[in-house]
């Protein structure tokens, strides 16, 4: 449904930082101005995820950044402007996505449409609930297609209640995959409400001990959201021969992986815009809902961003901005 635009202002409200490693503050910047390739869309909410804290931290995959530097890749909102070489939307359009260093913490972000993942909103969510979807839902959703999931499968997620495992052990369970969820005792509920058939206490007993004791021909598939290189070839000794292992956080040597019978994959987090219109397929038939955590408004962004790296988030944080 579109929208009425107000007048663009000159300026904006945004969450942004002077160099890395510092907190970021809120502050007045002018807003920006599109080309032919891009939109300009009016934020109404905005995504916090582990990258966002990684970005204000400064990790080698940025290389084009200027200072100050918004912060924030996914938001939720209306297009207010449109590229002369625009095609895809047009002023009024309520699209969700994940926008590369764009900078979505604030009032507007510009979106250059060769390195963003946007799409139609999904039609049955607000803002709020699309922002919490494009990176970790993308993530997902790759992660489940690598493991190749068939009906029947056991399928272990490792750190199943944070963003990208709450859509996964979904997105798994709608394939008819047997889900083993690791969650703490507090969380038990949260992921069996998810789809979780077994659900493990990693903090009081072994993981890969236990998944080896229920299953002892080894399980299907994993996938692993939260192990390092040192981890993650342990986490593998779950898996029978031919099993599939996909990991967000790229820790998986996949040719050594490979000696042992296993087809490992590095998952690109960053997705793509046929990506978002197939999990708005999955949120519009009903078959993924989202879980949001907390909400922030805009000024409290850097409270949003130590609550993700205290950890143990329970589906979504989300800045609310309109």
């Given at each position: 449904?579109?929208?009425?635009?107000?007048?663009?202002?000159?300026?904006?409200?945004?969450?942004?930082?002077?160099r890395f490693g510092e907190p970021g503050t809120l502050r007045t910047l002018p807003t920006?101005?599109?080309?032919?390739?891009?939109?300009?869309?009016?934020?109404?909410?905005?995504?916090?995820?582990?990258?966002?804290?990684?970005?204000?931290?400064?990790?080698?995959?940025?290389?084009?950044?200027?200072?100050?530097?918004?912060?924030?890749?996914?938001?939720?909102?209306?297009?207010?402007?449109?590229?002369?070489?625009?095609?895809?939307?047009?002023?009024?359009?309520?699209?969700?996505?994940?926008?590369?260093?764009?900078?979505?913490?604030?009032?507007?972000?510009?979106?250059?449409?060769?390195?963003?993942?946007?799409?139609?909103?999904?039609?049955?969510?607000?803002?709020?609930?699309?922002?919490?979807?494009?990176?970790?839902?993308?993530?997902?959703?790759?992660a489940t297609r690598a493991v190749t999931l068939r009906d029947g499968d056991t399928l272990?997620?490792?750190?199943?209640?944070?963003?990208?495992?709450?859509?996964?052990?979904?997105?798994?369970?709608?394939?008819?995959?047997?889900?083993?969820?690791?969650?703490?005792?507090?969380?038990?509920?949260?992921?069996?409400?998810?789809?979780?058939?077994?659900?493990?206490?990693?903090?009081?007993?072994?993981?890969?001990?236990?998944?080896?004791?229920?299953?002892?021909?080894?399980?299907?598939?994993?996938?692993?959201?939260?192990?390092?290189?040192?981890?993650?070839?342990?986490?593998?000794?779950?898996?029978?021969?031919?099993?599939?292992?996909?990991?967000?956080?790229?820790?998986?040597?996949?040719?050594?992986?490979?000696?042992?019978?296993?087809?490992?994959?590095?998952?690109?987090?960053?997705?793509?815009?046929?990506?978002?219109?197939?999990?708005?397929?999955?949120?519009?038939?009903?078959?993924?809902?989202?879980?949001?955590?907390?909400?922030?408004?805009?000024?409290?962004?850097?409270?949003?961003?130590?609550?993700?790296?205290?950890?143990?988030?329970?589906?979504?944080?989300?800045?609310?901005?309109?």
């Amino acid at each position: 449904m579109e929208e009425t635009i107000p007048q663009i202002p000159d300026t904006m409200r945004a969450f942004a930082i002077d160099r890395f490693g510092e907190p970021g503050t809120l502050r007045t910047l002018p807003t920006p101005e599109i080309g032919a390739d891009e939109i300009l869309v009016r934020v109404h909410a905005a995504g916090v995820n582990p990258l966002d804290a990684k970005s204000r931290d400064g990790f080698k995959a940025i290389d084009e950044v200027h200072f100050p530097f918004i912060l924030g890749q996914d938001a939720a909102g209306v297009v207010v402007r449109v590229g002369v070489n625009v095609t895809q939307f047009g002023v009024g359009s309520a699209v969700y996505g994940a926008f590369w260093l764009a900078g979505s913490f604030a009032e507007y972000v510009r979106v250059p449409m060769r390195r963003a993942a946007v799409a139609q909103k999904p039609a049955t969510l607000d803002f709020t609930k699309a922002a919490a979807l494009p990176t970790p839902a993308l993530a997902a959703l790759t992660a489940t297609r690598a493991v190749t999931l068939r009906d029947g499968d056991t399928l272990l997620i490792v750190g199943a209640t944070g963003g990208v495992g709450s859509y996964a052990v979904q997105m798994a369970a709608q394939c008819g995959a047997r889900v083993i969820a690791t969650a703490r005792p507090d969380a038990e509920a949260y992921v069996r409400k998810l789809g979780a058939a077994e659900v493990i206490d990693y903090t009081r007993r072994d993981l890969v001990a236990t998944v080896q004791a229920a299953h002892p021909q080894g399980i299907d598939a994993v996938i692993d959201v939260i192990s390092d290189r040192t981890a993650l070839p342990h986490i593998a000794e779950t898996l029978r021969a031919g099993g599939r292992l996909a990991t967000t956080i790229h820790s998986a040597d996949e040719a050594v992986l490979a000696t042992r019978g296993i087809c490992a994959t590095n998952v690109d987090v960053l997705g793509t815009t046929g990506g978002l219109d197939d999990v708005a397929r999955f949120i519009d038939a009903g078959g993924v809902t989202v879980p949001l955590e907390r909400t922030f408004p805009l000024n409290a962004a850097g409270d949003a961003l130590a609550a993700m790296q205290a950890g143990h988030i329970r589906g979504k944080l989300v800045l609310t901005v309109v």
